[in-house]
């Protein structure tokens, strides 16, 4: 890691605002499922009221909808939800978006609260890939050892090249918490493989960023600054120690071959915009700071279904 030579070279450039809206969260912030019955029972009763289903009439139900089974290399078959372009044409081309819930969050589950359908559901081939346990690798809790997550979103992506024509320029990964370090877990192991990644209140703890290999992908990292499940600043947590949010975007940019020592800042809403210039490599590393938000995938102000696909498919 190159964090603590970098550590000083936007300092600087961090401002404050004091702004502050009600959230619905969508983790608890009292840590996850453990082999206590008790302890798991009140936390998955904490996440089913945090996240309300907005399609009551349940996930499959939704048109384009299905329940896909792939054989991963040493971990035998695993599930995910496919949805195709609403507007599906077997001649056209399509980006594939991979979107990853928070831990103990299935894959019904998360198709429900992010929606992409809303937002590239005519544009995209969306996968919600299923977890082991429903926790996906990098926290010490994971049943996935570095990697196996990994090598699984790979064998889907080999299914869906197999059976419907993707643009293999345009392969995009997004998740939150759990799932947004494994968004960039992706980016750090298989830059090769995608164009652009996202996370929303990402829990960045250490395999996540380390021993990456080389090469660019475009990121965006969106992080409330009064999270307290996982902190802005970072700290240690059920899953281990993470690192915190601007000590991750700057080691994002490095890999990307930003300068360090510019940055463009912008505001929208109560969030500041921060983005470093003079990425060589392409890769864009942009940082969204919600002031006086928490652990969420953010509704509005911002909205991060549309925050995350608008950034998405422009890389």
Not at 140 to 159: N, P
Not at 235 to 255: H, K, L, N
Not at 262 to 273: H, K, L
Not at 283 to 302: D, Y
């Amino acid at each position: 890691m190159r964090l603590n030579k970098l550590a000083t070279a936007v300092a600087s450039l961090v401002a404050a605002v004091a702004l502050s809206a009600p959230l619905a969260t969508a983790q608890s912030s009292t840590g996850y499922l453990s082999s206590n019955p008790e302890v798991a029972r009140q936390l998955s009763s904490a996440i089913t009221d945090a996240v309300p289903d907005r399609n009551s009439g349940g996930s499959n139900s939704a048109a384009g909808t299905t329940r896909k089974t792939t054989s991963v290399l040493g971990q035998g078959n695993r599930q995910y939800l496919l949805q195709l372009p609403s507007n599906y044409n077997a001649g056209a081309t399509y980006p594939v978006l991979f979107a990853f819930g928070g831990a103990e969050h299935t894959a019904e589950r998360t198709k429900n609260y992010m929606r992409f359908s809303e937002t590239a559901g005519n544009e995209a081939i969306i996968v919600y890939p299923e977890g082991r346990g429903a926790v996906w690798e990098g926290p010490s809790y994971a049943q996935t050892s570095r990697g196996e997550d990994v090598d699984f979103v790979r064998s889907i992506l080999s299914d869906l090249r197999s059976q419907y024509n993707v643009d293999n320029s345009r392969i995009y990964a997004a998740g939150l918490s759990n799932g947004g370090g494994m968004a960039l877990s992706l980016a750090c192991q298989a830059p090769e493989v995608f164009s652009a990644v996202a996370s929303v209140a990402g829990a960045y703890y250490n395999p996540v960023i380390s021993g990456c290999s080389a090469g660019n992908v475009n990121t965006l990292i969106v992080h409330g600054t009064s999270d307290s499940h996982m902190k802005y600043a970072g700290g240690y947590g059920t899953g281990g120690a993470y690192y915190s949010v601007e000590d991750t975007w700057r080691d994002v940019a490095d890999r990307n071959d930003c300068n360090l020592y510019s940055v463009a800042v912008s505001n929208s809403g109560r969030s500041d915009i921060r983005s470093f210039n003079g990425c060589d490599r392409g890769g864009k590393s942009v940082l969204q700071r919600v002031n006086g938000a928490g652990h969420t995938w953010f509704t509005e102000n911002p909205n991060a279904t549309r925050t995350v696909w608008n950034f998405l498919r422009g890389n």
